[in-house]
């Protein structure tokens, strides 16, 4: 055994390269137990509505916790302030 610490000049390789064939790019490379031949895109969809996630620090959300909370702030800003053009 050699007490050399540089790598050896062998490590890494495979005999056979892990190349993906042409199925496994197109998705049929698929498990037989992730069977979706009876499956429907977007079944469930119309149950949650659509939303925007907005992160908000650790100060504000103890003192926002929620989001009619976050909205009545914002509401109440937006009118306080006189009508202008948006900015972008």
């Given at each position: 055994m050699s007490e050399s610490s540089a790598p050896d000049?062998?490590?890494?390789r495979r005999e056979k390269p892990m190349?993906?064939?042409?199925?496994a790019k197109a998705g049929?490379?698929?498990r037989r137990e992730y069977d979706?031949?009876?499956g429907v895109r977007g079944k469930y969809a119309?149950?949650?509505p659509a939303t925007n996630f907005i992160i908000l620090?650790?100060?504000l959300a103890e003192r926002f916790?929620?989001?009619e909370s976050v909205n009545r702030a914002l509401r109440k800003i937006l009118a306080s302030r006189r009508p202008g053009p948006r900015r972008a």
């Open positions: 000049s062998r490590a890494g190349k993906k064939g042409k199925g049929v490379s698929i979706f031949t009876g119309d149950r949650y620090d650790p100060d916790p929620t989001s």
